[in-house]
């Protein structure tokens, strides 16, 4: 039966992929180090309220009132703020990997035990 | 091609978390018939995997920057309602923990990322792939499910946001919302797309299909014989 346990209870298999997801965390990094190396910026479509307003020389009107609708509380998987260090960022990146891992994981368990509650 | 707060009008987002509730509700009833309890924790992983993925971000060198999904080869190896569920997943958890994606715009991320791509990608390996079961027209079908997949989920956010100047304009013709229209959305998200995101989403793609079929051939939903059903009558 599936919980929380369950999901590493896999064979040979299953736990190498579990060791290529963790090691994933640990290379995530890259996703910044290497923008930043290419001097690359936002995605496109993704700018803050800051770079529209340098973007158009305005902010519209309804961006203005619900860009900032939601304060997440690790913003851009980064515990050190806009202005952070490169070396904060890389430390919150990994964390921010472990972090997603763990919730996105324990989220898809508890769908799948509540759909599969009736069965053996 | 994670849409923020403040870029998508309410007579778009509205809708679109329509249709994202009507998707969840079908991929829910799906995934309880189609997958069986042992594979609990491939759900789980997909989520893990779709989530760090895109943690890589690939920039374009002095541009923009982009990164792959994973909902494409999900959708082979899980079935496309497992990927329906598993984006979404992720893309409520990047919305709400880490900011990334509007929390106003989770209906429409999730459409084009979690529905449109996986579909996209399972149709695409399908119509491609004939019988193979490798060789170049296999690894063609793997490839090319990916990068349309996304490619197909980047058109559909540049239409997002390419048609808000239209729909919501002040008076004196400023946007309310996404001030680019439609000619310049499209063909910024599509090039990128096509000449690189998409490009490293099918790679991608391709090496984790080759792994499992070289691994755990036994588990890939797009190269099944018989379909879920039945397995469920025969047992």
């Not at chain 1, 599936?2 to 965390?25: D, H, T």
């Not at chain 1, 996703?31 to 340098?54: S, T």
């Not at chain 2, 997943?89 to 791509?117: E, K, P, R, S, Y």
């Not at chain 2, 027209?137 to 808000?164: D, E, N, P």
Request: hydrophobic share 55%; aromatic share 12%; glycine share 8%.
């Amino acid at each position: 039966m599936c919980s929380v346990q369950g999901i590493f209870s896999g064979g040979i298999f299953q736990k190498k992929l579990w060791l290529w997801l963790f090691l994933m965390a640990f290379l995530s990094p890259l996703g910044i180090i290497l923008p930043e190396r290419f001097n690359a910026q936002d995605a496109w479509g993704e700018w803050g309220i800051d770079a529209v307003d340098k973007l158009l020389g305005f902010i519209p009107e309804g961006m203005k009132k619900t860009a900032d609708l939601w304060v997440a509380p690790i913003p851009d998987y980064s515990f050190g703020g806009e202005n952070a260090a490169l070396a904060t960022n890389i430390v919150s990146y990994i964390i921010s990997g472990l972090v997603g891992i763990f919730i996105t994981s324990l989220v898809m368990i508890i769908i799948a035990t509540l759909l599969f509650r009736h069965e053996k | 091609m994670h849409i923020p707060d403040g870029y998508l009008s309410p007579q778009t987002y509205i809708p679109l978390y329509g249709a994202s509730v009507a998707f969840w509700g079908i991929a829910l009833k799906k995934v309880k018939r189609e997958v069986s309890v042992r594979h609990v924790p491939y759900l789980a992983m997909a989520a893990a995997f779709s989530f760090l993925i895109q943690m890589f971000n690939i920039p374009i060198p002095g541009g923009t920057t982009g990164h792959a999904v994973g909902a494409g080869v999900i959708a082979l190896l899980l079935g496309p309602w497992t990927a329906v569920i598993a984006v979404s997943v992720v893309l409520i958890v990047q919305a709400f923990v880490f900011g990334d994606g509007g929390i106003t715009a989770i209906g429409a991320n999730c459409i084009n990322m979690a529905v449109v791509m996986p579909f996209v990608a399972l149709w695409t390996f399908n119509l491609i792939r004939g019988s193979s079961q490798s060789g170049a027209r296999f690894v063609a079908a793997s490839f090319l499910s990916s990068y349309l997949g996304l490619t197909a989920a980047a058109l559909c956010a540049a239409f997002m946001f390419g048609i808000q100047p239209a729909i919501a304009s002040t008076p004196d013709g400023r946007p309310l919302y996404a001030p680019y229209p439609l000619s310049i959305a499209v063909p910024v998200m599509a090039v990128e797309h096509l000449l690189l995101f998409s490009i490293v989403e099918g790679i991608m793609t391709v090496i984790l299909m080759r792994y499992f079929m070289k691994n755990e051939p036994s588990l890939i939903y797009a190269i099944k014989e018989v379909s879920y059903d039945k397995i469920h009558l025969e047992a």
